[in-house]
């Protein structure tokens, strides 16, 4: 089935650093790949789309400064936590959707997860 | 807008138990509806999924059958087995870009 890999799975860093976390699609190729962010025992909350080739689509309330997103090929999408504070400690999934864009009906595949801890 | 509704649990069942996890939705068009589960420490795995009304989503014993008449897609599974402990999501597929609608998640244990 649809593998989508996400890398680091576990970030342990210094308040004030930048961290990026890569999610690849590994046997397909997705136009739209999603960022979710999941409090302890919570739902998950959409951050944002991201489309390849196009500015990524934030969510209300998500900073787009503070979360850059980049969408540079059909297999890649990078979330990069800029100046990361305590607060942004969370889980971090990623997931991607098969097929291009106007595909819409096809399931997103999840990655594991990226565990961030800010100190 | 787009909401999911589900049971919250936790939910502590016997091996070989009858599981259901209510799931109720509201949306505009005709959404598809997913249940994903989420092991520890893991990202989510699509169990199942139905894209129109009446369709039977089914996988690794669990079903859920999309009933527009009640905006209902409950989870169910006829024997549970202590493997099936994790957190499971309804989910609402919709709108532009086809975003997910997730409810808040359902904790399932079963005990040996």
């Known amino acids: 089935g649809a593998v989508v890999s996400q890398h680091p799975s576990r970030v342990i860093c210094k308040s004030g650093t930048s961290v990026k976390i890569e999610c690849r699609s590994l046997?397909?190729?997705?136009?739209?790949m999603f960022w979710y962010r999941q409090f302890p025992k919570k739902s998950l909350m959409l951050m944002a789309t991201?489309?390849?080739?196009?500015?990524?689509?934030?969510e209300q309330g998500v900073e787009k400064d503070k979360f850059l997103i980049n969408h540079a090929s059909l297999t890649l999408s990078t979330l990069t936590v800029t100046s990361a504070h305590p607060e942004d400690s969370s889980f971090y999934i990623c997931?991607?959707?098969?097929?291009?864009?106007?595909?819409?009906?096809?399931?997103?595949?999840f990655g594991d997860g990226t565990r961030l801890s800010i100190l | 807008g787009n909401s999911v509704t589900q049971m919250e649990g936790p939910v502590t069942l016997s091996e070989e138990a009858f599981l259901t996890i209510n799931c109720t939705y509201t949306?505009?068009?005709?959404?598809?509806l997913f249940w994903y589960v989420q092991y520890p420490g893991e990202g989510l795995q699509l169990l199942l999924k139905?894209?129109?009304?009446?369709d039977k989503g089914s996988n690794k014993g669990f079903e859920a059958t999309y009933r527009k008449e009640t905006t209902s897609f409950h989870l169910e599974k006829g024997s549970v087995q202590v493997s099936d402990s994790a957190v499971y999501f309804c989910?609402?597929?919709?709108?532009?870009?086809?975003?997910?609608?997730f409810g808040k998640g359902t904790l399932l244990t079963v005990n040996p």
């Open positions: 997931s991607a959707r098969e097929g291009g864009q106007g595909v819409n009906n096809q399931p997103q595949h």
């Open positions: 046997d397909f190729q997705a136009t739209t």
């Open positions: 991201s489309n390849e080739g196009s500015k990524a689509t934030y």
């Open positions: 949306a505009t068009g005709y959404p598809s």
């Open positions: 139905a894209t129109k009304a009446d």
């Open positions: 989910a609402l597929g919709g709108g532009s870009n086809y975003k997910l609608t």
